[in-house]
């Protein structure tokens, strides 16, 4: 295996992190400051409550995602498997 072939697996690893890991922390980030403004609005000081709400918000995301990022994963570890097999052996 060469080493453009390395870096360039390494670089569409990095990128497919990035790519599953953005729905969920749009999630949290959109969840926090809904929650963030309506305990402004309501002078409701307590963290315990956008915390566990954000929790639940990612909770919900993961399991409604997880086909899609378990696929996302399985594709890409495909791909890597069959260039290292085939730049290594040169079968396959």
Partial sequence: MTSSTILDLTRQALML????SLPIVLIATVTGL???MLQAVTQVQDANIGIA???IAVMVALVLLSGWLGSEVLRFAQQALERMFV???GVF
């Fill in 34 to 36: 809904v929650v963030a």
């Fill in 87 to 89: 730049s290594s052996t």
């Fill in 53 to 55: 709400v954000r929790l």
């Fill in 17 to 20: 992190v990035l790519l599953l």
